[in-house]
Nanobody, 124 residues
Framework: QVRLVESGGGLVPAGSSIQVTCSVS????????VAWFRQAPGKEREFVAH????????QYSQIVGGRATIFRTPSARMCVLQMDNLQPEDTALYYC?????????????????WGQGAQVTVTS
């Protein structure tokens, strides 16, 4: 059983950078991967970034336009999402999610395991 716990986030002014961290417990063997999604009020949950735990291959959403960096530290069992040059439209609840097998990675339905979310609020 995989358990994900997010931390970080907060209230920041536009132009800032922020990190949200996902602590991973459970098996990370095989085709294990972690992704970040975000959901703003009244909007659907959208894909931000994805990383394969073994090997570290990453993929990003075009929505964030190169402002996101995802990385993991296997020894610490953490996955971090850094967002740079934040704008008010980046305000959302940021979720980490995990999957085994990454044939499909862009839909929330592709993930079985979810954290509780970390709030990021960007002021103008």
């Amino acid at each position: 059983q995989v358990r994900l716990v997010e931390s970080g986030g907060g209230l920041v002014p536009a132009g800032s950078s922020i990190q949200v961290t996902c602590s991973v417990s459970g098996s990370t063997l095989g085709e294990f991967a972690v992704a970040w999604f975000r959901q703003a009020p009244g909007k659907e949950r959208e894909f931000v970034a994805h990383i394969q735990w073994s090997g570290g291959r990453t993929q990003y959403s075009q929505i964030v336009g190169g402002r996101a960096t995802i990385f993991r530290t296997p020894s610490a069992r953490m996955c971090v999402l850094q967002m740079d040059n934040l704008q008010p439209e980046d305000t959302a609840l940021y979720y980490c999610a995990a999957q085994y097998g990454f044939t499909s990675i862009y839909s929330p339905a592709d993930y079985m395991y979810w954290g509780q979310g970390a709030q990021v609020t960007v002021t103008s």
